[in-house]
């Protein structure tokens, strides 16, 4: 059985993952809060009999990233699919929020996405076969929020697999690697940072996104958008001027400003799409 590597597979989008993939894949699932993984792991164990591993990992070093790269690298038991999903994100401005913290979601959600997807890239490449789902956003097609390196880091992990996608080595092999752009998508995530799940047009509900992003990875895409409300949206992005933000973006910068003592990394957090 294949075997499948998930990062932020805790809650939200990476357990979904996780669900929708625990009947076809052995699964090796990655975060820091280990217990919720081994409680994700023997949930899945007792319904779907799946095969699980669990690292717990701190992405936002190159040191922390260790023990996951070195399963990346590893030949006898190879990673067949990697879903790159790990993520976050402040509810507060870059001008508001400290200059380390904002380093902190770049290292995140930028540098360890890439240096985790290019990591199995070599190795899926020396055996010419081999999955990556790196998640970005539509926030990374266009500026869509303003006063934010959130758009700044999916615009990063977006651009990194275009790039690989269209080069000749991945074109010439049996290897894929996709981006998957989420709008905003129902999670318990969202109720953690205090934003409200809603259930109009903008909202996306999570099992329908995986099983996109599986479906289209299947069909060979490069970007995977669920919902064709997104894919409209996108496709404008794409087409007006980066200055039109000012008019139609979202500006973190407006929002309150975090009260004396309180960090940002942990009580203002944006959903990980």
């Known amino acids: 059985m294949p075997t499948a590597l998930i990062t932020g597979a805790s809650s939200g989008i990476g357990e979904e993952f996780a669900q929708q993939l625990a009947l076809t894949h052995d699964l090796v699932l990655v975060a820091r809060n280990v217990a919720k993984l081994q409680q994700l792991g023997a949930q899945l164990t007792a319904r779907y009999g799946t095969r699980i591993e669990i690292i717990g990992a701190d992405l936002s070093t190159r040191d922390g990233r260790a023990p996951v790269t070195a399963r990346l690298t590893d ?20 001008s508001q929020n ?8 770049l290292e995140v959600n930028a540098t360890a996405k890439i240096h985790l997807s ?35 880091s999916t615009a990063a992990v977006l651009r990194h697999t275009e790039e690989m996608a269209y080069c000749k080595a991945v074109r010439r092999s049996k290897v894929k690697i996709m981006a998957l752009c ?48 997104y894919k409209f949206l996108s496709a404008l992005m794409r087409i007006l001027p980066n200055s039109w933000s000012r008019m139609y973006a979202f500006d973190l910068g407006q929002q309150k400003t975090p009260h004396p003592g309180q960090h940002p990394r942990t009580t203002h957090t944006a959903p990980t799409t």
């Open 182 to 229: 989420p709008g905003d998508v129902q999670t318990d995530f969202n109720n953690r940072a205090g934003i409200p799940n809603k259930t109009d047009w903008g909202w996306v509900d999570q099992h329908l996104l995986v099983r996109v992003a599986l479906d289209d990875l299947r069909k060979g895409k490069t970007v995977s958008i669920p919902t064709a409300r």
């Open 118 to 152: 290019l990591t199995a890239l070599h190795t899926m490449l020396e055996r010419d076969r081999g999955e990556i789902i790196n998640v970005s956003s539509v926030c990374g097609i266009a500026p869509a929020w303003t006063d934010s390196l959130y758009g700044t």
């Open 75 to 94: 030949r006898e038991h190879p990673i067949d699919l990697l879903i790159n999903n790990a993520g976050m994100g402040y509810h507060t401005g870059a």
């Open 98 to 105: 400290p200059v380390d913290d904002e380093m902190y979601m």
